[in-house]
């Protein structure tokens, strides 16, 4: 089994996704290279990109003399743990759509622009409840809905880790000021504007799902800030879910597995899906600081016996 991860950066944290997701994939005695999302060419049918091929002994540890090309059609399953660069964004998923029809691609095409997206959440209310949302490029719809009353939260479409979140009412000082800001000066970005779920200031639960499979689950919660994102200040406690939070994750995560999303954190306020993170989704790192077992090599198992 010949497993390449496609990540931005090859100097890594020892508890990060891609340390501990290549070192069970090691133990589990698959051949693991690491590539540069940003690297990927086209070269006549080949998709390729720049890295290196793990040693069992080098464990996780890069090694920056080394720099191959790497033919990614030759491995049995790509995984791709980050985006990279925002502007060559389409291009990538244009060469990742390729690679599919040669090998195994995880998350898949569909599911990093379909369940990446804020806007597909909207349209999958058969399956779970989300909070009301808007989006545009202009501010004066967002004015509206806000002078209307009730607590919005403001976000960018593509935001990731808490960044470029605010919490705005109509009394907010001067926030057409800020959303007119945030949409740029050619009006040529857009804006999610969402309904604040009150029950989200008692916090945020983030569910790991491999392969439909519950991999584990922690509280997030935030004292003093809107945004639970531990990167924002937001800290990590132990907890479980209840049957029907537990049901709920089981039924998306199924759902996101058929679409090709196979390994995903799903952000809960239970009866409400805030959010399903198909990009690198972080908490193995968390849920060992928290005291549980490194469930690095179950989601490699649950992912490599799918």
């Not at 509206?144 to 607590?151: L, Q, S």
């Not at 029950?199 to 991999?215: F, P, Q, S, Y």
């Not at 409400?272 to 908490?283: A, C, D, L, S, T």
């Amino acid at each position: 089994m010949k497993l390449l991860f496609l990540t931005q950066l090859l100097d890594v944290k020892e508890d990060g996704n891609l340390a501990l997701l290549t070192t069970a994939a090691i133990a589990a005695g698959t051949h693991v290279a690491w590539g540069h999302i940003d690297q990927l060419s086209l070269v006549a049918d080949q998709v390729i990109t720049h890295g290196q091929r793990l040693t069992p002994h080098q464990g996780f540890q890069s090694d920056p003399n080394i720099d191959q090309a790497l033919a990614c059609g030759d491995f049995d399953l790509v995984w791709v743990l980050s985006l990279g660069k925002r502007n060559s964004f389409l291009d990538k998923i244009q060469l990742l759509k390729i690679l599919e029809t040669q090998t195994r691609v995880i998350n898949s095409t569909e599911a990093l622009l379909y369940l990446r997206s804020k806007y597909g959440l909207t349209q999958l209310g058969d399956l779970f409840q989300h909070p009301k949302t808007f989006a545009s490029n202009r501010a004066e719809p967002f004015i509206e809905i806000i002078e209307g009353g009730g607590e919005w939260i403001l976000k960018p479409a593509a935001g990731s880790l808490g960044q470029g979140i605010f919490l705005l009412n109509k009394t907010t000082h001067s926030y057409p000021s800020l959303i007119r800001y945030l949409l740029g000066q050619n009006a040529d970005h857009y804006l999610i504007l969402q309904e604040h779920i009150p029950d989200i200031d008692r916090g945020e639960k983030r569910v790991l799902m491999a392969a439909g499979h519950l991999i584990g689950a922690y509280l997030r919660r935030q004292d003093t800030d809107h945004r639970t994102n531990l990167m924002q200040g937001g800290q990590a406690e132990p907890t479980t879910l209840s049957e029907a939070e537990q049901t709920l994750a089981l039924k998306l995560g199924a759902y996101c597995s058929e679409l090709g999303a196979e390994f995903i954190g799903i952000d809960l306020v239970y009866p409400y899906v805030i959010e399903i993170n198909v990009i690198n989704p972080g908490g193995l790192g968390t849920l060992m600081s928290l005291g549980e077992a490194n469930q690095a090599g179950a989601v490699i198992k649950a992912i490599l016996q799918t």
